[in-house]
């Protein structure tokens, strides 16, 4: 098993969706090489601890139960720690506003690291080639400049001013419109990104991903919409969604090495990738080890 | 012999029939993953698996005949030299910094694709490989050790061809170097030889890769005859392998990217070394114009280009001269130039028609490109005037084989002036030439063939100074922005102004100039007893380049493109001059 850093440990870490987490059952998932057992306890509040042979679709025996994993509640998702979590998960305040569709889009399993994931989710650029006809299409290639920057009063990485030109948006969109997004990274292994509403050009829609590192090079991505849309059903949302990333998996998984190499001369950035460079510093500045390969020295 | 990934033996990694056209074919050697393709002039790259960029798998990607398209951002890299040509995420930019993938060594032969780890060994054929007519068995992938595959192939034994249902052949083993054994099998009068080879794809996987000595008459029987002996072997050895303790895995490493390519903006310093060409074909290719085929020495192949590129062609009597390069994507053996013969005066070109022969040896530049190619136009229009051609026809040839939309018209004074015609024949239905149109005429053309400008739409031009000129103004006439019309500068006629003073320290020679209105940074520098290297004298050659240390430029020259400006990074001492107060250069 692999050591996990202490930052790594301290974070609140993403397991499942609340409402697909029955009361009173057992459910199992692995989270940064560790087995846990998790369920609802009658009052519906999470309840998560290390699993020591529990199976899946078991009946809990709650006395039975020996140290319980820290666990909060936050946009629809079980978190839990192995260390000393935050008081509070990170901020999404349109979260609430009351008027938003808010839904879960599904857990996905991905062979590669959470980092991978997250830098993936920042990326403009493939999305003519990965996401041809929706997010993007050629020609219209071209990643504008835009501003990056590392909050140090919030200690995250935020990527403001990207524009590019798609061809259908959102599912309530008709037709090719350039688009203007807000990148945030909040969390290690969480991003959220803010992109024009076709419905209401005061409002933004908010997508949000976060990741499960179940080992190094393994991850889930839990995804999160919380949309201005008055006409689509959540059924038909989260099919977009689900397509969206259904045709991010299979590049992900082909991506070698499959940690986030932290060392600039890994790889070949341009301008394009001046977000995943912030993260990536920003990563190494905070002494993440898990999900990367460090830089030497 | 254990095995090692800095082995440097050859081994066979494919058969030539896993690179059907526009293929891209995944393959693994000593534990490094290789994407292996075939262009379609035929020649056959090895390269690690990996985009530089963001480490995709290559074998996902595209082959467009010429060049590999990375899956995941498009990047495009070039047929024999894996160099980057494109990133569409900046499609004005030409990429400045010299992306190159790794590539490992590639042969053809005997029906096999053959490769090496490195570099260290040329390639040899087995011994005795210029005695049969060989034919390449189907591969037999396996879960053993390369070593125990080895020890167990001398004990194999089948029929020749001629006698597959005669009693059981007699067999000769004879182990050749490396992971080969020549095996031959005796049935009565009937003899066949054959020669295996195993690939150690890692430490405990291997591929066997039969050759027979001939051709049989019946390939189906004789190739399943082979497949179910091989793959009783296979059983066995994968029985026997499972338990072993398995092997570890080799751990081929990733090269590190340079420090220039791993930093921040993307601008080099574009000093280009240079290096020797042979004029392996001088022809007139139009009247008044001579095709010049240049390719390097030792068939080696020329470095990455991308369409509008140029080279400085460094002439006998000591000139530097510019000329662009014509060629297709991928096409890296040779490049192809168009020299305009000049009855007057002592101009470069004229040395060029005049005095270079077939054989002759000169000195080029690395390709650089001033005139970067968008390929995120809804619509192309390529205008050319004269041997203003030689750009626009790379990029046509770029844009026709990425079935981009394009058109090229071409303007001359009559059907004898138009160069290439071989070429611009291959662009079918693309090419529209205006012969001997008066000067108003052009205009009017020009006018009809830009039409109103609407997003996405772009044009090149090259072509004599009016021309230039007919197609800016028209553009501008008809709404096109500054930055849809794209022409380049061989010459430098903008009128410099050298009106400014200012001083410059020179960083390495520890002296401090003061350069008054009227004198260039160069003139001074050589009133001062400073050798400094320099050309052409009016900023376009790019002989007096200097690296800039601190100080604001004002930049005077046609060499350095907008960004390379931009970066403050260079410049050229002949008619730049400072903005600021100050200049530190890196003299």
Redesign the interface.
């Known amino acids: 098993m692999t050591a996990i850093d202490k930052v790594t440990r301290d974070l609140w870490q993403v397991i499942a969706a609340i409402d697909e987490t029955p009361p009173g059952i057992v459910q199992v998932t692995l989270l940064l090489d560790q087995q846990l057992a998790f369920t609802r306890d009658a009052a519906l509040r999470p309840v998560v601890w290390r699993r020591n042979g529990e199976q899946i679709g078991d009946v809990v025996d709650f006395e039975a139960i020996g140290e319980r994993l820290p666990v909060i509640e936050g946009y629809g998702y079980i978190w839990t720690s192995f260390g000393n979590p935050p008081a509070e998960l990170f901020p999404i305040p349109e979260y609430a506003e009351a008027d938003r569709k808010n839904m879960s889009c599904g857990s996905i399993g991905l062979h590669v690291s959470a980092p991978r994931a997250v830098e993936n989710f920042l990326d403009m650029g493939h999305f003519p080639y990965v996401h041809t006809d929706i997010l993007g299409a050629e020609p219209h290639t071209e990643v504008k400049e835009y501003d990056v920057e590392v909050s140090e009063e919030r200690d995250e990485v935020l990527a403001t001013r990207c524009r590019f030109f798609q061809p259908r948006a959102a599912l309530s969109a008709t037709e090719g419109q350039e688009v203007e997004y807000v990148y945030r990274v909040p969390h290690p292994f969480c991003s959220v990104l803010y992109k024009s509403c076709p419905e209401d050009d005061t409002r933004r829609d908010v997508i949000a991903i976060f990741l499960q590192p179940m080992t190094e090079e393994r991850c889930r991505a839990h995804l999160l919409q919380s949309m201005v849309d008055s006409v689509s059903t959540i059924t038909e949302l989260r099919r977009f969604q689900q397509t969206i990333f259904g045709q991010d998996k299979p590049i992900l998984e082909n991506q070698y090495p499959k940690r986030l190499p932290l060392d600039p001369r890994s790889e070949t950035p341009i301008r394009a990738d001046k977000s995943a460079i912030a993260y990536r510093r920003w990563l190494s500045q905070k002494g993440i080890t898990y999900g990367v390969i460090p830089q030497a020295g | 012999m254990a095995l090692s990934v800095s082995d440097p033996t050859w081994f066979p990694i494919a058969s030539s029939a896993d690179l059907p056209l526009r293929h891209v074919y995944h393959g693994q050697l000593l534990g490094r ?1 290789l994407a292996v393709w075939r262009a379609d002039d035929g020649n056959v790259n090895v390269w690690e ?2 985009c ?6 290559l074998s ?1 990607g595209v082959n467009e005949g010429a060049e590999l398209k990375c ?4 990047w495009r890299y070039a047929n024999r030299s894996a160099g980057c040509t494109y ?6 930019d030409a990429p400045a910094r010299r ?1 190159t993938n790794k590539t490992y060594p590639a042969v053809e032969a005997f029906g096999l694709v053959w490769s090496a780890g490195n570099e260290d060994v040329p390639f040899a054929p087995f011994p005795g490989a210029d005695s049969g007519d060989w034919f390449a068995l189907r591969p037999m992938p396996l879960n053993a050790p390369a070593e125990a595959v080895m020890a167990a192939l001398l004990g194999y034994a089948f029929q020749p061809a001629t006698a597959l249902d005669a009693p059981a052949a007699d067999m000769q083993a004879e182990p050749l170097p490396g992971f080969a054994v020549r095996l031959t099998a005796h049935a009565g009068a009937e003899r066949q030889a054959a020669i295996f080879f195993v690939q150690p794809v890692d430490a405990a996987r291997s591929v066997i890769r039969g050759l027979l000595d001939t051709t049989p008459a019946d390939r189906l029987a004789v190739l399943r005859h082979h497949n179910e002996r091989l793959d009783k072997l296979r059983t066995r050895l994968e029985r026997e392998a499972a338990r072993q303790p398995a092997p570890a895995p080799l751990q081929p490493s ?1 090269d ?4 220039e ?6 601008i080099a310093i574009p000093r280009g070394t240079t290096l020797n060409v042979v004029v392996k074909r001088k022809w007139t290719t139009a009247d008044g114009i001579i095709g010049f085929e240049l390719a390097g020495i030792d068939d080696n192949h020329l470095p990455t280009f991308q369409p509008g590129a140029h080279i400085d062609v460094h002439l006998p009597n000591g000139l530097i001269r510019q000329y662009s390069i014509t060629n297709g994507p991928g096409e890296l053996l040779s490049y192809v130039i168009g020299v305009k013969q000049e009855n007057a005066g002592k101009g470069g070109s004229k040395v060029l028609a005049e005095t270079v022969r077939e054989g002759d040896v000169l000195a080029i530049s690395e390709p650089r490109n001033n005139f970067p190619l968008r ?4 619509r192309t229009v390529l205008l050319a005037g004269g041997i203003g051609i030689t750009p626009l026809l790379s990029m046509a040839r770029f844009l026709d084989k990425s079935s ?1 939309p394009y058109e090229l018209h071409y303007f001359v004074r009559s059907g004898e002036h138009v160069a290439f015609r071989e070429q611009l024949d291959l662009l079918v239905g693309k090419v529209i030439i205006h012969t001997g149109l008066p000067p108003d005429a052009v205009g009017t053309t020009i006018a009809t063939t830009l039409g109103a400008h609407s997003r ?1 739409q772009h044009v090149y031009v090259c072509g004599p100074g009016p021309m230039l000129e007919t197609v800016r103004n028209t553009a501008a006439g008809l709404g096109w922005p500054e930055e849809a019309v794209h022409f380049e500068y061989f010459k430098n006629d903008k009128v410099i102004d050298a009106s400014s003073t200012f001083e410059v320290e020179l960083a390495r020679s520890a002296m401090t100039l003061q350069i008054p209105s009227g004198k260039t940074i160069l003139e001074v520098m050589r009133d001062n007893g400073l050798i400094v290297p320099s050309s052409c004298e009016q900023g376009a050659c790019g002989t007096c380049l200097t690296t800039v240390m601190e100080g604001e430029v004002d930049h005077q020259d046609v060499y350095l493109n907008e960004s390379e400006k931009r970066s403050n990074t260079c410049m050229m001492t002949c008619v730049s001059r400072a903005r600021s107060a100050r200049l530190v250069l890196d003299i």
Do not use: C, W
């Open positions: 993953e698996n990996r530089l960029h963001r480490g995709v798998r996902i899956q995941y951002h498009g990133i569409p995420a900046h499609p004005a992306i990733f590190k990217v340079s420090v390519l791993s930093t921040m903006p993307e390929r995120d136009a809804t981009l996405a």
